[in-house]
């Protein structure tokens, strides 16, 4: 389990770090360099690291939902549908890694690997569960594992999407976005008429049942 204290310090090194991290990558050299920056020893800012590389990109991730779910809290909402919530969500992610795009191209390409690939999924999980709770989705039933595949799957896609994304204010990226949530309202609703027409059919075992 991690504590908080120790969060709080690799939230630090992070942040010291992503200067560097578009030159140097995530490396123990750009590390170092963030430790001495602000006065950690290297030996405990190693430690608080000890897959290197992978571990650095988890805590980059964690800050990142972190600091959306935080921004989302303050941010006034009005009571929209929770495809608008989504949206803003993700737009306050992608705004406050917009100046780290570099650092982000660099973590997803370590997480891409074959040995952090459950990594990666776990961290993928972590961003779209907590982006569901934070605007107020309490589904419990199978929907529950739905809702996050779908928002995974457009989470990936758009992010891809952001790195080429040169407009002002990403405004591109938030309509991708926008884009790819309709998509998922429109065939959730296909779906749930599918489901009720499929539940007004008779039952075709009844009727092969032999009569008496």
């Known amino acids: 389990m991690r504590s908080p204290l120790a969060d709080s310090e690799r939230d630090r090194l992070i942040m010291a770090m992503l200067p560097d991290v578009a030159f140097d990558e995530w490396s123990q050299h750009a590390l170092r360099l963030a430790a001495d920056r602000i006065g950690i020893p290297t030996g ?7 897959r290197g590389a992978p571990d650095m990109v988890a805590a980059f991730s964690r800050w990142a939902d972190r600091q959306m779910l935080d921004r989302l809290e303050t941010t006034p909402i009005e009571p929209v549908s929770l495809s608008r919530r989504i949206a803003l969500a993700l ?9 780290w795009r570099e650092p982000v191209r660099r973590g997803m390409t370590i997480l891409a690997l ?13 961003t779209v569960d907590g982006t569901w709770y ?6 419990t039933d ?13 989470y990936a896609a758009a992010m891809l999407f952001w790195f080429d994304d040169r407009s002002p204010g990403c405004i591109e990226t938030d309509a991708f976005v926008e884009r790819r949530l309709a998509d998922l309202h429109r065939l959730t609703e296909l779906r749930q008429r599918f489901e009720a027409a499929v539940e007004r059919l008779p039952n075709p075992f009844r009727l092969l049942r032999p009569t008496r």
């Open 44 to 50: 405990e800012a190693m430690a608080l690291f000890p």
């Open 91 to 99: 737009r306050l992610r992608f705004e406050l890694l917009l100046p």
């Open 114 to 126: 074959p040995q952090n690939a459950a990594l990666g999924l776990r961290l993928l999980y972590e």
């Open 134 to 139: 934070a605007v107020g989705d309490t589904a």
């Open 142 to 154: 199978f929907s529950f594992y739905t809702k996050r595949a779908s928002l995974a799957a457009i």
